[in-house]
């Protein structure tokens, strides 16, 4: 089925850890986007891509890295988790931003 | 700094009670207006466009309006399946322009 497919999941961390996110979509889209979700804040910009190769920050990218090697994968990484990290992130694509964007289903993520 | 404030935060109404959701906006310049509904544990989906005030939309219950100022998400005679949170977007005319979310409305219809 086409979409935007995130892994993992779920996860948990320990402060200081690493690790990777990865967002692939499989509708040839240009623009793609992280967010993270938090209670009473909304959706906030992390980084976002508008093609391959491209990356830009958005509102909150202090702590977070990304990267656009391949046109269908987007990759949010955390080089060393923070409790104040702990959220919910939301992959994002379109080829059209006045089409609407197609969100994944979002990892949740616990910093302990 | 482009904003948007939705209201009320949370709404609670009886099946087939009619209300309606607020989006107010402040942007410099409005490229589109966007409105999503999200499920618990989901991602958002994307519903309606605006482009300009006096603009109308509509998808089975729902029927979105925008001004000058703010955007209206009208839902008449709701559904259980109609809870959700709603939220509001807006996009400016400013080179890569990304969206601007408002924190939403959780709706929650009773049977």
């Known amino acids: 089925n086409a979409g935007v497919t995130q892994t993992p999941k779920f996860r948990v961390l320990k402060t200081g850890q690493s690790m990777t996110l990865l967002c692939a979509q499989d509708?040839?889209?240009?623009?793609m986007y992280w967010y993270r979700q938090d209670p009473g804040m909304g959706l906030r910009l992390i980084h976002y891509?508008?093609?391959?190769?491209?990356?830009a920050k958005g509102e909150v990218p202090d702590g977070y890295n990304v990267s656009r090697l391949k046109k269908q994968n987007f990759l949010l990484g955390l080089e060393s988790a923070a409790p104040s990290q702990t959220s919910v992130y939301f992959c994002?694509?379109?080829?059209?931003?006045?089409?609407?964007?197609?969100f994944g289903s979002g990892t949740r993520l616990t910093v302990v | 700094e482009d904003q948007v404030t939705q209201s009320p935060e949370a709404l609670r109404l009886q099946e087939g009670e009619s209300s309606s959701l607020n989006c107010s906006y402040t942007?410099?310049?409005?490229?589109?207006l966007f409105w999503y509904r999200q499920d618990p544990g989901k991602g958002p989906e994307f519903l309606f466009t605006?482009?300009?005030a006096g603009e109308e939309k509509e998808k089975e219950r729902l029927k979105a309006t925008l001004t000058k100022k703010e955007s209206f998400l009208h839902i008449t005679a709701p559904k259980p399946e109609d809870s959700a949170t709603y939220l509001c977007?807006?996009?400016?005319?400013?080179?890569?322009?990304?969206?601007?979310f408002g924190k939403g409305t959780m709706l929650l219809v009773s049977p």
């Open positions: 977007a807006v996009q400016a005319w400013s080179g890569y322009s990304t969206l601007t």
């Open positions: 942007v410099s310049g409005l490229r589109g």
């Open positions: 891509s508008v093609g391959e190769g491209t990356t």
């Open positions: 994002a694509s379109t080829q059209e931003i006045l089409y609407g964007y197609t």
């Open positions: 605006l482009y300009s």
């Open positions: 509708m040839n889209h240009e623009y």
